[in-house]
């Protein structure tokens, strides 16, 4: 099974408005990290934001949020006031708890984003 | 600079010869992580180090791909005698503190490598 599913075709979404690029996860592991990447057309993976399994708050960095259902297992990402810098591919990963020491990250397929003017 | 750094950006080779990727990562950052990125796809895990033992090559597909981290900084991977579905990006990641949860992989721009 997919440990991390990413199922959205690509995504649209106007200059200034909010957008939510969905992503659920399978892991029978009671501790576990999710994690949201960037990737633009140039390549690099951008870091975004963090959610622990055992987090009460749901994780935000700056206009990023995360929508984390635990008992839905998903940890949908929210942007808010798109930016046409925002038109990337975005990858949802998990690192689970009993990988220890190899702290490997599991990604999924990922969603585009294009930000339209 | 403060980054993942890895070289070549861009490889082109023949099927049938060998090629060795470079990654340097952040300074003092004690797991490194190998993937590989196919087009249109999430990266895939091919191996990890943490400081120079390799603790995991579950993800290297074949015997063709080997990976050494000898001095626990700089990592190669190797792969021989290339083959057309070894085209894809090759991402190098590091992060500080192995076993964390919520320690991020910094990842660098990856070496793009096509094999004709």
């Known amino acids: 099974a997919q440990k991390i599913t990413q199922t959205q075709p690509g995504m649209f979404v106007q200059e200034k408005e909010a957008v939510t690029l969905d992503c659920t996860y399978d892991?029978?592991?009671?501790?576990?990290?999710l994690f949201w990447y960037k990737q633009p057309s140039s390549g690099e993976m951008i870091f975004l934001i963090y959610?622990?399994?055992?987090?009460?708050q749901n994780a935000t960095e700056g206009r990023y949020s995360l929508n984390f259902q635990k008992a839905r297992k998903s940890a949908n990402l929210v942007i808010s006031a798109s930016q046409l810098g925002d038109s990337a591919m975005y990858f949802c990963a998990m690192r689970e708890a009993k990988t220890g020491a190899n702290s490997k990250l599991t990604f999924g397929k990922g969603i585009t984003l294009s930000v339209r003017p | 600079g403060a980054g993942v750094s890895q070289s070549p950006r861009y490889k082109v080779a023949k099927r049938g010869q060998d090629v060795a990727l470079r990654c340097d990562p952040i300074?003092?950052?004690?797991?490194l992580f190998w993937y590989q990125q196919a087009l249109g796809q999430g990266p895939e895990f091919l191996t990890y180090f943490q400081n120079e033992a390799q603790l995991d090559k579950s993800g290297l597909p074949s015997d063709r791909f080997f990976a050494e981290r000898p001095e626990g900084s700089v990592s190669t991977l190797k792969i021989q005698r290339t083959q057309q579905e070894d085209s894809a990006v090759y991402l190098c990641?590091?992060?500080?503190?192995?076993?964390?949860?919520?320690?991020?992989?910094?990842f660098g721009n990856g070496t793009r490598l096509t094999v004709t």
């Open positions: 300074s003092g950052h004690v797991s």
């Open positions: 892991t029978s592991d009671p501790s576990y990290g």
């Open positions: 990641a590091s992060s500080f503190l192995p076993g964390q949860n919520n320690s991020p992989l910094h």
């Open positions: 959610q622990g399994s055992y987090d009460q």
